[in-house]
């Protein structure tokens, strides 16, 4: 048991470059999320999806798209990179009713 | 939307002493509260969770109240040891429906020897 994975761990990117920042996982949860964090800002929200085959826009959802592919995968795209994109990206799960939100280890990119 | 304050945004306490972080939030329909720790390079871990059922919540050295009419939760570390360094996070949402976490900004706690 896994848990929440992410790939790829580090990325450095040049501005307007795109890329996709991939997610899953093993626990059969049926909510998934996207979180960027910045230094002294905390977790913000980009995009969440309460199930298989919704999405919906966060606090931050501008420059990025997301794919919930199946009840196990949920990627996130930049289409376009830009240097305020800089961060640390989060994935994470929970189940339905569930209480504890399960956290991948992170995707730092720096875009240049 | 739900919007969530923390203080203060960084804590240095002597080994041994109490540490307090407060939260409001502003959305009343938020009933269930957690706390994650966030050691330098990792991801958010879960150390404690109160639902609005409850007024306080004790794990060994860690506590958490809640307030739910004045909307102020905190979180209280006893007995504090080195390895309590971490930035801290609040977070509220509702326990059903999107299931939307919103956290604070954090709260950067050291621990000085």
Known sequence: ?112 | GENVEQHPSTLSVQEGDSAVIKCTYSDSASNYFPWYKQELGKRPQLIIDIRSNVGEKKDQRIAVTLNKTAKHFSLHITETQPEDSAVYFCAARMIQGAQKLVFGQGTRLTINP
């Open chain 1, 1 to 112: 048991n896994a848990g929440v994975t992410q790939t790829p761990k580090f990325q450095v990117l040049k501005t307007g470059q795109s890329m996709t920042l991939q997610c899953a996982q093993d626990m059969n949860h049926n909510s998934m999320y996207w979180y960027r964090q910045d230094p002294g800002m905390g977790l913000r929200l980009i995009y969440y999806s309460a199930s298989e085959g919704t999405t919906d826009k966060g606090e931050v959802p501008n420059g990025y798209n997301v794919s919930r592919l199946n009840k196990r995968e949920f990627s996130l795209r930049l289409e376009s990179a830009a240097p305020s994109q800089t961060s640390v990206y989060f994935c994470a799960s929970i189940r339905t009713s569930g209480r504890e939100q399960y956290f991948g280890p992170g995707t730092r990119l720096t875009v240049t």
